[in-house]
């Protein structure tokens, strides 16, 4: 059995396969989808190492703090795009954001905390202190 389209369903089917190419030939679209990145978090040999799987991510997107005793990590990243042809002008931006925080226990040192990223891995280490190291302040009765 044939099936015969019409001149106009040809348009239009042809129309739908234009635009659908259109918009899955696009990296961008992928990035919309709003997702926390994975972390990972380990205490060994008096340090604690927190790895970020944060791909798409440039070092200078990366703002780490903290901000009374919790160590907060977020960024923000956004690309824009635009391609120019004789039919038509095609502009298209996507912007991607996290922000995580967690609160830091007291046997850590907070002026000796490091961060890296590189292959969309961003590592931070954070020293615990030796219980002996601790600061103890006398206080006076009075």
């Known amino acids: ?37 994975t972390i990972n ?20 997107d990366f703002r780490v703090a903290v901000e009374d005793r919790s160590l907060i990590i977020s960024a923000e990243h956004s690309v824009e795009k635009k391609e120019e042809n004789e039919n038509y002008v095609r502009k298209e931006f996507s912007a ?4 995580r925080s967690f609160h830091l226990p007291d046997n850590v040192t907070l002026d000796n905390i490091k961060a890296t990223y590189k292959d969309g891995l961003l590592n931070i280490t ?3 202190t030796n219980p002996e190291e601790q ?6 009765v009075r």
Do not use: C, H
Request: aromatic share 8%; hydrophobic share 35%.
């Open 1 to 37: 059995m044939k099936t015969t389209e019409t001149p106009d369903q040809l348009v239009q089917s042809s129309l739908v396969s234009q635009i659908e190419d259109f918009w899955s030939k696009d990296e961008l679209t992928g990035a919309l989808k709003k997702k926390e990145p």
């Open 41 to 60: 978090i380990i205490e060994k040999n008096g340090v604690y190492k927190l790895r970020v799987l944060a791909p798409g991510f440039k070092k200078r």
């Open 96 to 99: 991607n954001s996290f922000s």
């Open 126 to 128: 954070i020293n615990k």
């Open 135 to 140: 600061e103890v302040k006398d206080i006076k």
